[in-house]
């Protein structure tokens, strides 16, 4: 099984800084790497697919780049309501692992 | 409107039986893996298992591998997540999802919280 790895798993951010979260693949996984967010009690929600496409209706601020085994999600300006658990996932093989999460949360 | 639609929230007993349900609507549900996925309390993400509807080809996770089985009945668009005997390690949220491109997942339900508690 491919192993996913997140860091940092909590992140302490203000509003309109620039934000990037990493992860590690366990082993290549080329470019199959999607980005999700969670808020408390919500379904989690598609941000970025094949590492980089942003998911139709997502704001530009979101962006995803990497491939093999290294991938950054980046929030070029942090908004009030980005602050939220973000998950990478691989979908190289199955099963098709998640990451830890890495809590975003407001300085 | 794309979406899944969850059973509700359930309690059981241990050692109890349960089949928890995810309804699609606004598309071919026969043309989409359905996912499920577990959140333990306080926890992260853990991917269960999918199913393909067209053709019932189901994978696991081989941590939920003879713990868990995935249905689905194509009459009703409906896919299926079911234990035969829950413990309590079972107590969670479980989502189901569309897959999507690049198998990521577009569509979530809204959840159903299982509790299992003698």
């Known amino acids: 099984d491919i192993q996913m790895t997140q860091s940092p798993s909590s992140l302490s951010a203000s509003v309109g800084d620039r934000v990037t979260i990493t992860c590690r693949a366990s082993q290549s996984i080329s470019t199959s790497l999607n980005w999700y967010q969670q808020k408390p009690g919500k379904a989690p929600k598609l941000l970025i697919y094949?590492?980089?496409s942003l998911q139709s209706g997502v704001p530009s601020r979101f962006s995803g780049s990497g491939s093999g085994t290294d991938f950054t999600l980046t929030i070029s300006s942090l908004q009030p309501e980005d602050f939220a658990t973000y998950y990478c996932q691989q979908t190289y093989s199955t099963p098709r692992s998640f990451g830890q999460g890495t809590k975003l949360e407001i300085k | 409107e794309v979406q899944l639609v969850q059973s509700g929230a359930e309690v059981k007993k241990p050692g109890e039986s349960l089949k928890i349900s995810c309804k699609g609507s606004?598309?071919?549900?026969?043309?989409?893996?359905i996912g499920w996925v577990r959140q333990m309390p306080g926890k992260g993400l853990e991917w269960m298992g999918i199913?393909?509807?067209?053709?019932?080809?189901?994978r696991y996770s081989p941590s939920f591998q003879g713990q868990v089985t995935i249905s689905a009945d194509n009459s009703i668009s409906t896919a299926y997540l079911q234990w035969s005997s829950l413990k309590a390690s079972d107590s969670a949220m479980y989502y189901c999802?569309?897959?999507?491109?690049?198998?990521?997942?577009?569509?979530w339900g809204q959840g159903t919280m299982v509790t299992v508690s003698s």
């Open positions: 094949a590492a980089s």
């Open positions: 999802a569309r897959e999507y491109a690049a198998g990521s997942f577009d569509i």
């Open positions: 199913i393909y509807p067209g053709d019932s080809d189901t």
């Open positions: 606004g598309y071919t549900f026969t043309s989409y893996w």
